[in-house]
């Protein structure tokens, strides 16, 4: 089963909040990472375009999509 998370409910296991920060860089290309896919294998972290691009493939294989495009458009 696949669990989607936002920025306003990502909590793992233990209770602590997943976030992402710009430390944490895109798989694909280098720029900042906000999309974390949880896979079973280990994670993949990508940018709001390469995660977009990817969403469709990966995201139903996901133990966990975590999206924080919202950030983006924060003021």
């Avoid at 720029?31 to 493939?57: D, N, P, S, V, W």
Wanted: with cysteine; net charge negative.
């Amino acid at each position: 089963m696949t669990q989607m998370a936002t920025d306003h409910n990502a909590v793992d296991e233990l209770g602590s909040r997943y976030q992402l920060s710009a430390a944490d860089r895109c798989d694909s290309c280098g720029a900042q990472a906000y999309i974390r896919a949880t896979m079973a294998t280990g994670e993949l972290l990508f940018c709001a375009h390469h995660g977009a691009k990817f969403k469709e493939k990966l995201q139903p294989n996901a133990i966990e999509w975590l999206d924080e495009t919202a950030k983006l458009s924060a003021h």
